[in-house]
């Protein structure tokens, strides 16, 4: 598929107006298209475990997703796609094309080779400028790791590095993740 490169800042009406790209992730970042490969099967299988995990062990007013996409501000258009969210079910069940970052609870980015310094540092300063509460940081090198940040006064603060089998918390719930598991078949 070839896809047409806009040379200015889009909006969201040609943001919508897009053709899908099953190839690539697309987000926007003030604007301007940001393409990055499809994530590898590890991070993929990581993603669709912590989903699970947050479906299993929150309460039934709180979902898990993946591979939605979260309108961080509106002008300059920021488009995200964190690899995991959690949000209310209520707002889930009303099937939104996208979710605004206040209906975010926690958003959850999982290390890839490109895109590291993307999630440890713009989308950790996007997502906090735009007030989501939690924001989790996953490396699967080994030894599988998560950094927890909680937002404080605007701002990240680390509230735990983790490894091996670790009980978080989620929006006020607790919730029991073994990271190593995440990618193990």
């Known amino acids: 598929m070839t896809l047409s490169w806009p040379n200015h800042p889009i909006t969201l009406e040609e943001w919508e107006a897009l ?6 992730k697309l987000e926007v970042a003030e604007g301007m298209l940001v393409m990055s490969p499809r994530p590898l099967s590890r991070h993929q299988k990581a993603g669709t475990r912590l989903e699970t995990r947050f479906d299993e062990q929150l309460p039934q007013e709180l979902t898990g997703l993946t591979d939605v996409e979260v309108l961080i ?3 300059p258009l920021t488009i995200r796609a964190p690899d995991v969210i959690v949000t209310r079910t209520e707002l889930f069940e009303t099937n939104p094309p996208r979710y605004r970052a206040d209906d975010v609870l926690l958003a959850v980015e999982i290390l890839s080779t490109g895109t590291r310094r ?16 939690q924001y989790w940081i996953v490396d699967l090198d080994d030894p599988t790791s998560l950094l927890a940040y909680v937002l404080v006064d605007g701002n990240y603060e680390l509230s735990g590095e983790h490894t091996g089998a ?10 029991s993740i073994d990271l190593p598991a995440l990618t193990r078949r």
Request: aromatic share 8%; charged share 25%; glycine share 8%.
């Open 166 to 175: 670790v009980g978080l918390d989620v929006a006020g719930h607790p919730v």
């Open 19 to 24: 053709p899908e790209d099953s190839a690539n």
């Open 73 to 75: 501000t509106y002008d």
């Open 118 to 133: 993307v999630d440890r540092v713009l989308k950790f300063s996007e997502y906090a400028e735009a007030g989501i509460p």
